[in-house]
């Protein structure tokens, strides 16, 4: 777990957010109130990462509503919505707009915190992989137009007879290629070569 | 002259036509038969001597006044007829102011009354002796009698005369009508009260017969008395007088007063009549008997309960109603006191409370409340008692009306549609609860959050051995529990059924209380409850449940038209209190919705009338039976900009009520 993480709690009702802070805290949880949307709207920034508990019905702004703002501003901070008796319609909406999960007050200890922790390792995934693929894409982004062709046949494992055959250059071209790839990648064995690739197709396919 | 010559010329003197020229003739003819030069008529009282008449030198002489001690006179009063024949100076020594001073012969004679008392005399002073003093004693005696005489007429008739004049004018001026009959029956004198009475002029009855004065129908009756009593000497109203019907000129019967007397005159009998006109004493008596009539019949109405005491609490009337309302009789509380009557001996509380407001009347206040008492059914009554005082024209208190209704109808109906309204009050509360089941769910399950959250919190704070913010728990916990139990308290008392209970309260703790329950629901619709506390409000006497209800209904139906006319998202719903003046409070309630369309204006009060998918069309016509049973007003207009303005009023509770 990340230790920037935070879990962000927005609810209008003091109450709820004393004791969920109070909990939070000792479980040595930090976490950030805000009394409405509009207060956390304000404070928001890409770097803000954990998880977000968001109360459905506040006064002016909405839970619904924060999460279309942060919807609509590419925000991938997941949400825990707090609904009340009678709010499953507006749950069910949340939901499909892409909220983790739902919990209904009052809160059963484990329900909460087991569904907060869920939450924060959605975060952590989804950031990790955000900073591998922006890795792999980094390094791949050093290799020409042809090396990058050469990459992948060769760690797909073809010949380089076949490659030349296929891209249309000399056998020799293919090499020299090869071995500038090898270079600017930082490997020396093909094993290497072919882990990177692998690692990138795994990653893109996300 | 001859001796019987002489007595003839004195007889033969003209009598005057007045008194004062026979007495002058009388003396002259005396001066001349005796020769004298001084002849008197005199009164004589006390020594003193005054002329009546006198002659002093062949005239008239003025009027003579002296003593007549010394004088011969004083013989005349004393001995009788008196003759000095000569020397009548040295006789008497008369001086210069005497009367008879210079005179040589007197004669004098004692004027007598019918009684024989001597009340002057006739004197003659001659300046001669006398040739024949017998003669002359003779013929002054003969007119001394004949002056006694005519004195004697003269001061009877003018008795007479002065007893007329009395009679006439007292006749003439009485205000009553005086009329005398001769024994005929015609009329003989009609004084000016009778003319007035009975429209005739003297002139015009005298003469005829009394009938003219009597009334047809009568006037057989009147010839009967008057014949009865010619013949039998029996008088109905001869002496004592009584009231009879007369006949106006005019023809109209009127009711006077007779008084009869019977006079004999020289043996002829006649009747005076004294009649008073009566009309106006009967019109009085006639009014005062109607008025009777009606206070009777206002008394003895069947609806009221009456009783008039005097100032000191004493029955003096007690009407038929308030008898028979506890089966008693007159007996039993006229002539009592009040408080002691049997109306009251049922409850020693009320007899002291009619004490003390007898004793407040007494001092001029009006006193006005209710009363129980068992009725003659034994059923208990319920009584509309007033106590006030009536005045004479000084101010003084004469005495103390009490009034009573039996209200008892009218309060058992006035209950039973009070039991209605609370019930039909209690249903659309709760049906008002069960709309309001998820914004209450709502402000129930925050408290339980915030108390699950803080116990999770503190279990794991003790596995941890970290006690130091257990303080701060356990305070969180308390703190949202009866957060939670308020909800359900406001809630239990919107649902209570039972007694409508006035109580003097604090109008806006009231609303403010009916404000937390309706922003259960703002907060779910997002609307903003604005509440304006008016300051300085006096309390009210209300059955608190009743207003909450109302005030939350009209929150309710604002907030639900901002919702159907789209405004939420904060806005506001105003609600405030203020002092309309010295005895009522307004609650207004101001939303910004669509306001009342026009086509409802109409029905909006009515029962069942709904333009809402929920709820039953009761909330309106409830909050108004409501605010009407407490003394107040409901109405609404549509403000300007947007939505709608409801309002109530409320009458501030009179000084000295108390609560339950």
């Known amino acids: 777990m990340d230790d920037k993480q935070k879990v962000y709690v927005v609810d209008d009702d003091e109450g709820v957010r004393d004791g969920l802070s109070l909990l939070l805290a000792t479980i040595g949880q930090p976490c950030e109130l805000f009394e409405s949307a509009s207060d956390f709207l304000e404070a928001y920034n890409d770097e803000i990462c954990g998880c977000l508990v968001l109360d459905i019905r506040m006064p002016r702004m909405t839970g619904l509503d924060l999460q279309e703002k942060l919807i609509a501003m590419g925000s991938k901070l997941p949400i825990i919505f707090i609904t009340g008796h009678g709010d499953i319609p507006m749950a069910v909406e949340a939901m499909r707009r892409g909220a983790v999960d739902f919990i209904r007050k009052p809160f059963r200890e484990h329900g909460l915190l087991e569904r907060i922790n869920e939450a924060l390792d959605v975060d952590d995934t989804v950031r990790k992989q955000a900073t591998d693929r922006k890795a792999v894409e980094e390094r791949l982004a050093v290799l020409t137009e042809r090396e990058l062709e050469v990459f992948e046949r060769v760690a797909d494992g073809h010949m380089n007879k076949v490659i030349a055959a296929d891209l249309g250059i000399s056998e020799r071209t293919v090499e020299v290629h090869r071995g500038q790839v090898m270079k600017k990648l930082g490997v020396r064995t093909l094993a290497q070569l072919v882990r990177i690739k692998i690692e990138c197709e795994l990653i893109m396919a996300d | ?660």
């Open chain 2, 1 to 660: 002259m001859k001796p019987s010559q002489q007595v003839r010329e004195l007889a033969a003197t003209v009598p005057g036509a007045t008194t004062d020229e026979l007495l002058h003739n009388l003396l002259a003819n005396l001066a001349g038969l005796l020769g004298a030069r001084r002849a008197y008529v005199t009164e004589v009282a006390d020594g003193t001597a005054r002329s009546i008449a006198s002659w002093e030198d062949n005239r008239r002489g003025p009027v003579r006044e002296y003593r007549i001690n010394g004088t011969p006179c004083a013989t005349v009063m004393q001995d009788g007829v008196q003759v000095v024949d000569c020397e009548l100076a040295d006789r008497y020594l008369l001086g210069e102011s005497s009367i008879g001073f210079g005179c040589e012969s007197f004669v004098g004679s004692p004027i007598v009354d019918h009684n024989g008392d001597r009340i002057g005399q006739l004197c003659v002073f001659g300046t001669n002796p006398l040739d024949d003093s017998e003669m002359a004693a003779a013929l002054v005696s003969l007119a001394a009698v004949r002056v006694s005489a005519e004195l004697e007429h003269r001061q009877h008739e003018a008795a007479l005369e002065r007893s007329e004049a009395y009679s006439r004018a007292i006749v003439a001026t009485a205000a009553e009508g005086v009329l005398t009959v001769d024994a005929n029956g015609r009329i003989e004198s009609f004084n000016r009260a009778a003319e007035k009475m009975f429209g005739y002029l003297a002139d015009e009855v005298i003469g005829k017969d009394v009938h003219v004065l009597i009334p047809e129908r009568y006037r057989n009756a009147h010839s009967g008395y008057v014949d009865r009593f010619f013949t039998t000497g029996e008088a109905s109203i001869i002496g004592s007088g009584r009231e009879v019907s007369a006949r106006h000129k005019d023809g109209t019967v009127f009711p006077i007063h007779l008084a009869a007397s019977e006079v004999s005159l020289n043996g002829e009998r006649c009747f005076a009549g004294i009649i008073r006109d009566v009309s106006a004493q009967k019109a009085a008596e006639e009014s005062l008997k109607a008025t009777e009539r009606r206070f009777r019949a206002v008394f003895d109405q069947r609806l009221q309960l009456v009783a008039i005491l005097s100032p000191t609490g004493i029955v003096l009337e007690a009407n038929q109603r308030s008898l028979d309302f506890s089966g008693l009789e007159h007996g039993d509380v006229v002539g009592r006191e009040f408080w002691s009557t049997p109306w009251w001996t049922h409850s020693q509380d009320l007899q002291h409370r009619m004490k003390d407001a007898i004793e407040a009347a007494a001092q001029g206040a009006t006193l006005r409340f209710e009363v129980t008492k068992p009725r003659v059914d034994e059923e208990l009554g319920i009584l509309d008692f007033s106590i006030r005082p009536i005045m004479d024209k000084s101010g003084q208190v004469v005495f103390l009306l009490c009034e009573s209704h039996d209200i008892t109808e009218h309060k058992r109906a006035e209950e039973e549609a009070r039991h209605h309204r609370e019930r039909i009050a209690h249903v659309s509360r709760l049906s008002t609860l069960g709309e309001m089941a998820a914004g209450i769910a709502h402000e129930i399950n925050q408290p339980l959050t915030a108390i699950s959250l803080f116990a999770q919190a503190g279990k794991r704070l003790v596995d941890a051995g970290q006690f130091e913010k257990m303080d701060e728990v356990c305070f969180k916990l308390n703190e949202h529990a009866l957060r939670a139990a308020e909800v359900v308290e406001r809630m239990q008392s919107m649902a209570r059924q039972g007694e409508s209970r006035k109580e003097v309260v604090d109008c806006n703790d009231l609303i403010e209380s009916a404000v937390r329950l309706a922003e259960s629901e703002a907060r779910i619709y997002d609307i903003q409850i604005e509440f304006s506390k008016g300051p300085d409000l006096p309390p009210v006497s209300v059955d608190g449940v009743q207003i909450q209800q109302v005030a939350l209904n009209l929150l309710r139906n604002g907030m639900e038209a901002m919702i159907a006319a789209n405004q939420r998202k904060g806005c506001p719903i105003r609600i405030t209190t203020r002092l309309c003046d010295e005895e009522k409070i307004e609650v207004a309630v101001a939303d910004c919705g669509g306001g009342v369309p026009e086509s409802r204006i109409d029905k909006l009060f009515t029962p069942f009338s709904t333009t809402k998918k929920s709820g039953m069309g009761m909330g309106l016509s409830i909050s108004q039976a409501i605010i009407r049973a407490h003394g107040g007003r409901i109405d609404f207009h549509n403000n300007d900009s947007c939505g709608a303005r409801f309002w109530f009023t409320l009458p501030a509770a009179k000084k000295g009520s108390h609560s339950g």
